[in-house]
């Protein structure tokens, strides 16, 4: 059972969109600068916006200052349905798994080494001197899960990381975690 948020706009006009968005063959970028187009001629400006932001956020692996600052404000008043259809990378989701043998997947795996990263007053966070965006240290799926979701990159230990993370060989791996692939398949089935 999908969470109510998220089964109102499956029912909405904008339902063929919103399931491009979740085909992984399409090519992202044009889809979502064609339904950014759509999303302002129907007068959504605000949410034609947030939608580029998102886009650049993942072409780039982040945002500058004044990019953050409007997404975090414009984030507040979009509708959580909407976002969690349209926002990629920033949820760990089990698909019907149990707790404990959920495993977190990455949509972008860091080729930088926890050791590598700059450390901070706290232990368990540390600095990217390549994008310069804080590395949270999580030691459970829960943890990566709440991180994630806050747009954080992490780091955690290989053995919480999906099988196809853990053969890179490395204990600890750092990056973007990925939930896209589940969703789809908890939205529209395997088909």
């Given at each position: 059972?999908?969470?109510?948020?998220?089964?109102?706009?499956?029912?909405?006009?904008?339902?063929?969109?919103?399931?491009?968005?979740?085909?992984?063959?399409?090519?992202?970028?044009?889809?979502?600068?064609?339904?950014?187009?759509?999303?302002l001629s129907a007068g959504?400006?605000?949410?034609?916006?947030?939608?580029?932001?998102?886009?650049?956020?993942?072409e780039r692996g982040w945002?500058?200052?004044?990019?953050?600052?409007?997404?975090?404000?414009?984030?507040?008043?979009?509708?959580?349905?909407?976002?969690?259809?349209?926002?990629?990378?920033?949820?760990?989701?089990?698909?019907?798994?149990?707790?404990?043998?959920?495993?977190?997947?990455?949509?972008?795996?860091?080729?930088?080494?926890?050791?590598?990263?700059?450390?901070?007053?706290?232990?368990?966070?540390?600095?990217?001197?390549?994008?310069?965006?804080?590395?949270?240290?999580?030691?459970?799926?829960?943890?990566?899960?709440?991180?994630?979701?806050?747009?954080?990159?992490?780091?955690?230990?290989?053995?919480?990381?999906?099988?196809?993370?853990?053969?890179?060989?490395?204990?600890?791996?750092?990056?973007?975690?990925?939930?896209?692939?589940?969703?789809?398949?908890?939205?529209?089935?395997?088909?």
């Open positions: 059972m999908l969470p109510e948020r998220i089964e109102s706009w499956l029912n909405s006009s904008e339902r063929g969109w919103l399931k491009q968005l979740q085909i992984p063959a399409v090519d992202q970028a044009q889809i979502r600068g064609e339904y950014a187009q759509w999303l959504h400006t605000w949410r034609a916006r947030v939608l580029v932001l998102e886009q650049t956020l993942f945002l500058d200052e004044g990019e953050r600052a409007e997404l975090a404000t414009m984030r507040r008043d979009v509708d959580p349905g909407w976002w969690a259809l349209i926002w990629r990378g920033r949820r760990i989701y089990g698909c019907g798994e149990s707790r404990s043998s959920m495993r977190v997947r990455f949509r972008y795996l860091c080729p930088m080494s926890w050791a590598a990263l700059a450390p901070s007053e706290d232990a368990s966070v540390r600095s990217c001197v390549q994008c310069h965006e804080r590395v949270y240290r999580c030691d459970s799926v829960d943890e990566a899960a709440m991180h994630a979701q806050a747009g954080h990159c992490v780091a955690l230990p290989a053995a919480l990381a999906s099988e196809t993370e853990r053969q890179s060989g490395r204990r600890i791996l750092v990056g973007r975690p990925d939930w896209d692939e589940m969703l789809v398949r908890q939205i529209f089935g395997d088909g």
